[in-house]
């Protein structure tokens, strides 16, 4: 099976614009989850989208959004972007089924995104 | 708030030697526990897993055991070798509902 796709892998972005950032998951999974990872921060959750759906949001401000698709495909978007906001934003993707690997997250290489 | 402490690095060990890198954790009922590893440039990368007390997750020399108890998961491997520099991390998931609270990561040096 194909790993977690990131589209872009790279992105180069001025204070003020916004950028949409890409994750393909792992065929069959319908739980995608966001992460961004600073060097200050560590690695810090986002959100998590299943069918559609966020059921779940970590501790960001309302510039941050994401959705899901129907084919699983979620997109996160960062608008009116500030200096902090540089960093190697994570997909992960996860089954719900069952067995010993149920609900263990895979993650897609990043997109690091820099803000100028 | 749940959250998870791991040792401070860089480690840094010659091939062959003996690693350990210490993880405990506090949260509230039975979270899983995974071990990633994170190599320059590149994503996370599932190194173990383990869902219950006395579970042991094992991958590529690699072993942890949950301990409840101790309320820890540290990672060992009995032989290094240069491939295994890297940045590892610790991470609980208190349900099954995403949001992985991570470590702040270890970094391993394996010198030749």
């Known amino acids: 099976k194909a790993g977690v796709t990131q589209t872009p892998r790279y992105l180069i972005k001025t204070r003020g614009q916004q950028v949409t950032l890409s994750c393909s998951p792992i065929s069959g999974h319908r739980s995608v989850s966001w992460y961004q990872q600073t060097p200050g921060q560590g690695l810090q959750f986002l959100f998590e989208?299943?069918?559609?759906?966020?059921?779940n949001k970590g501790n960001f401000p309302g510039r941050f959004s994401g959705r899901q698709f129907s084919n699983s495909r979620s997109e996160m978007n960062v608008s009116t972007l500030e200096l902090g906001d540089s960093a190697l934003y994570l997909c992960?993707?996860?089954?719900?089924?069952?067995?010993?690997?149920?609900?263990?997250?895979?993650f897609g290489p990043g997109t690091r995104l820099t803000v100028l | 708030g749940d959250s998870v402490t791991q040792m401070e690095g860089p480690v840094t060990l010659s091939e062959e030697a003996f690693l350990t890198i210490n993880c405990t954790y506090t949260a509230t009922g039975y979270p899983s526990l995974f071990w990633y590893v994170q190599y320059p440039g590149e994503g996370l990368q599932l190194l173990l897993k383990?869902?219950?007390?006395?579970d042991k997750g094992s991958n590529k020399g690699f072993e942890a055991t949950y301990r409840k108890e101790t309320t820890s998961f540290h990672l060992e491997k009995g032989s290094v070798q240069v491939s295994d520099s890297a940045v590892y991390f610790c991470a609980l998931k208190p349900d099954s509902w995403g949001k992985l609270q991570f470590g702040a990561g270890t970094q391993v040096v394996v010198t030749p």
């Open positions: 992960a993707s996860s089954s719900t089924g069952t067995g010993r690997l149920a609900d263990t997250q895979y």
């Open positions: 383990a869902t219950k007390a006395d």
């Open positions: 989208y299943f069918s559609e759906t966020q059921r």
